[in-house]
């Protein structure tokens, strides 16, 4: 398999996350894209929304979208699981892992920083209070879930789907220096998680494009 990645994209993290929980293989191609590289061809023409990751299957496939590919994964390589077994506790992984996926990331990616600061004339100042407060608002709702299903890890004991888009979305947090004392479930779940070699072993300053 091979990775289309970008060492601080927090979606590619997730599908590194996964894929090293997994233990599988894979090469890793790098999109850097705050010089712009997922215009160029040949990326471009494959993967038409410009977006990292993208991952290319041995048969030569493209898989895009992160948590699409992680449930891929999932599904093909069942061992560990990244899902639990029961329809319930699945819905409520799913459920915690979108409010992160769904609700605080789209708002915050590169692109629509950028828009905010070159199409719409915003100063930094104004996008980093634009950013923070979309952390802050997502991370209430996230620490409140945790409170309830979160062991030594997202849900539970063992990491799972949850945990590949928390810990980069605490990355985030911590590099735009997000106030994140009133999140110390949050806190405590990421700590556990970069632990283990599947999470600090795909840091974004482990990355060879890391710069």
Known sequence: M?????FRSSASWRVRIGLALKGLDYDCASIHLAKNEQFAEPFANQQVSHLVPALVL??????????????????????????????LARAQVRALAQDIGCDIHPLNNLR??????????????????????????????VEQR??????????????GLADCLLVPQ????????????AYPTVLRVNAACLALPAFAGTHPDTCPDAA
Not at 2 to 6: A, D, E
Request: charged residues 20%; negative net charge.
């Open 170 to 181: 605490v990355y985030n947090a911590q590099r735009f220096e997000c106030p994140l004392e």
């Open 112 to 141: 629509v920083l950028r828009y905010l600061k070159n199409d719409l004339g915003q100063d930094q100042g104004t996008v980093d209070r634009w950013y923070r407060h979309w952390i802050a608002t997502g991370l209430a709702i």
């Open 146 to 159: 945790l409170v309830a299903t979160a062991g030594q890890f997202s849900f539970g004991d063992t990491p």
């Open 58 to 87: 041995d048969d030569g496939h493209w898989l895009s979208q992160s948590m699409a590919i992680l449930e891929y994964l999932d599904e093909a390589h069942p061992e560990p699981p990244l899902l639990p077994r029961d329809p």
């Open 2 to 6: 091979k990775l289309y990645n970008y």
